[in-house]
């Protein structure tokens, strides 16, 4: 698991950061989350691993706003290109 971060999958595109992190809050403290506008994910960031992982066992697969959750640890982001002239 990478530190406390998970990946939050199969949202509705109206869900707000704002009803994840009262959601999440049950499970421990969550230090960040961010919701990736019109694409159906978001990610979150619980202070412990514990905490992170006793949110995704209680809530990986369970519905929240009419979509059923998907919820995984969160792979580290790859690096990519920064524009035009980086090819080699």
Known sequence: ???G??????LTYSVT??????????YGEVKD????????FGFV????KEDAEKLKQALNGKE?????LRIDDAR?????????????
């Open 1 to 3: 698991m990478n530190g």
């Open 5 to 10: 971060k998970l990946y939050i999958g199969n």
């Open 17 to 26: 950061g704002e009803q994840l992190r009262n959601l999440f809050a049950e």
């Open 33 to 40: 989350v961010r919701v990736i506008e019109g694409k159906g």
């Open 45 to 48: 960031e619980m202070a412990t």
């Open 64 to 68: 929240f706003e009419g979509r059923t």
């Open 76 to 88: 580290p982001q790859k690096e990519r290109p920064r524009g035009r002239g980086s090819r080699r």
